[in-house]
């Protein structure tokens, strides 16, 4: 994986910096991420990490910076132009269009490609009604991968919450994205479906050939699936690296535990 | 004899709404010729009970035809207003605005037409045909400009249609000496004249209503859908009460003489029968459903649910609450156009953003979000307040109909408190559902698959 590094990274982010009036909530973030990389993003609460989602996906638009996919400089586009060209997310509190089924929801994902015109659907055509049907059928097999199609009728909101992550993630690998963003995706699970949930973002990214980003809390997760860590604190990017390195880092040790506990973990 | 009439409006209270039903239930199935059995059937039936007569006994005398009607474009506005509040998610107080512009721009249209002045109709379909090329046209041109802000496109727009539409008088002008003689009004010979090219004039004015309603509704929808929620509700109020001003003084500040302002406009031809009626609540059932499950459809619903989720899904989330708004507002044009041709008399007082609220009404009563709920609601409501309750409260003296504004308020109340997601909630019915899901290898691979699940 550190050989990619030196290739073109697929997504590659400049001191990006984001204001609230007075308050830096992001201050001159930078990552290069290579492609099929695993890279999680720490820090205590409020450091500014979903933050940097936001700005990466267009949600908020950045203060100031770049952030580049090897084609086309997406800062300042449009959150579903950015998606468009190949970066999706999931939230950490799960937006799943609640009141639709869990197939609607993969197909709103594909509407990009719904490659029929409003007078096609109004008038019903044969061209309305076979890319309808093609449409569904990928939608269907898709949820099928993640096991989900036997619940595809279900309205999203009567899952459990367990299976409401894995809507989610599959309704954003729906968008056929380069790169994912997981924001918390372990939140409020139990171990077992943590372990579950490990093996399906490393199943998730050698099936689609993804690089994701990983928001986490749980140090099990981040430390035994991710490659790479940054770390932040304040806004600021305060230390990155390989997992073992980050561990032992001083200035993550104090940010997480306080100043008078790093001596004594880094030691 | 009483006792007996208002038995009588509730048998055709309910055969009204059974036909209404039986109608989408028919519609929604396979065959074709079912589907052209039902409309045959829904259409045949309620015509018949308009036009037999046994002695000076009608079944549907001019009251309860004066109650069809009203439910039938009260059907089609709420219809709209759905699009854009149930599906959509965005709270609409414009929807009775762009009914009165409908009905305004399609009763002037014939009622030129009709006193031998064919500039209306060659105007305003000039005007909205232009106006839509050039809207169509500038979208074109600003799709190309990335990041371009709202309010410069919105200019370029406003610059466009006030172009298109100015170049529609001039041309109007212009051309209506010379298409006077050659295409006739109803007065004069000519190509127009006759029983059915007046069936046709009727049809453009109400279609041209609607697409002028719709072309409103994009210009002013351009830049405040851009508003968070609560804010457009405001902005749409203040919408309505501008058309309403706009209509109070159409013979001072605009220039037409003929709608006669606060005084009401009278003399619009009786243009609607019942076939047209139905034609048109056909066509805005049938573009509704189209509509709603379509991809298209699937991303209107998508803003309602999760803003945000849906700008993450690629989903442009302005383009989608633009489209549902102008084609709800299509369909209240629509509506406008019908209404005015049953009527034959416009005031503005119709067009009070309080009778507004009566479409929003009965969109959350039938269920937000759904079609077939707002079709039952619209038929249910227009004959229980204006037909059941107006003939019971009369049986107890001549002001007691004024009671029936503090009952339907409290059968609201009733309803929210019972059953707060409306009749139908999201639910539909025949015609209306979502297609079924026709799955390859369905059946099989679905149990297993269940199984493994958990």
Sequence with gaps: MDGNAEVRPILDIVELTKFFGGLCAVKGFSMALPAGALWGLIGPNGAGKTTVFNLITGVIPPSSGSIHLPEERIDGLEAHEITRLGIARTFQNIRLFSNLSVLDNVRIAYHAHADYGLSDSLLRTRRFLDKERELTEQALDFLAIFKLDAIAEETARNLPYGEQRRVEIARALACNPKVLLLDEPAAGMNPREIIQLMDLIHFIRDRFRLSIILIEHQMRVVMGICERITVMDFGEVIARGTPREIQNDARVVEAYLGKGMAGRVAG | ?454
Aim: glycine share 12%.
């Design chain 2, 1 to 454: 004899m009483e006792i007996l009439n208002l038995l009588g409006t509730i048998v055709k209270m309910g055969a009204v709404l059974a036909v209404m039903l039986g109608l989408i239930h028919m519609l929604g199935r396979k065959a074709v010729w079912r589907k052209a059995l039902g409309i045959a059937l829904a259409f045949g039936v309620v015509q018949l009970a308009i036009t037999l007569h046994f002695g000076d006994f009608q079944l549907f005398g001019d009251f309860d035809q004066g109650l069809l009607f009203q439910a039938v474009t009260m059907a089609m506005v709420a219809l709209g207003l759905n699009l854009i509040y149930g599906f959509n998610g965005q709270f609409s107080l414009a929807q009775w605005g762009f009914y009165g512009i409908g009905a305004y721009c399609a009763a002037d249209i014939t009622f030129r037409w009709t006193n031998g002045d064919p500039r209306g109709l060659l105007v305003v379909g000039l005007g909205t045909i232009l106006a839509g090329l050039a809207i169509l046209g500038v979208r074109r041109a600003v799709g190309r400009i990335r990041g371009i802000p709202v309010l410069s496109a919105f200019t370029l727009y406003l610059l466009a249609t006030v172009a298109a539409a100015a170049a529609a008088v001039v041309l109007g002008g212009l051309l209506a000496p010379s298409l006077a003689p050659l295409l006739g009004t109803a007065s004069a010979p000519g190509l127009l004249n006759g029983a059915l090219p007046r069936q046709a004039v009727f049809f453009l004015s109400v279609v041209f209503a609607g697409v002028f309603a719709a072309e409103v509704s994009f210009l002013f929808g351009l830049p405040v859908l851009t508003l968070g929620s609560d804010y457009f509700g405001i902005a749409t109020l203040g919408f309505a009460m501008v058309v309403k001003t706009l209509m109070v003084n159409s013979d001072t500040i605009l220039p037409f003489p003929e709608m006669k302002g606060g005084r009401g406009m009278i003399g619009i031809p009786h243009f609607t029968t019942w076939a047209w009626a139905f034609f048109f609540l056909l066509a805005s059932i049938v573009i509704m459903r189209n509509l709603v499950h379509s991809s298209t459809g699937r991303a209107v619903l998508s803003v309602r649910e999760d803003e945000t989720a849906a700008r993450v899904m690629g989903i442009n989330v302005a383009d989608s609450k633009l489209l549902a708004f102008v084609v709800g507002s299509f369909m209240a044009g629509l509506g406008g156009g019908v209404y005015a041709h049953y009527i034959g008399f416009l005031s503005p007082g119709t067009f009070d953003f309080i009778a507004g609220f009566n479409p929003l009404i009965i969109v959350v009563f039938g269920g937000l979000g759904s079609m077939t709920g707002t079709v039952v609601a619209s038929f249910g409501w227009i004959f229980f307040l204006e037909g059941f309750l107006r003939v019971l409260l009369g049986q107890l003296g001549t002001d007691a109909p004024t009671w029936r504004f503090v009952l339907y308020p409290i059968t609201l109340l009733l309803l929210m408190l019972l059953k707060p997601e409306g009749l139908f909630g999201t639910k539909e019915l025949g015609f209306l559902k979502a297609p079924r899901i026709v799955r390859r290898a369905a059946a099989e691979a679905a149990a297993p698959a269940g199984r493994k699940e958990e």
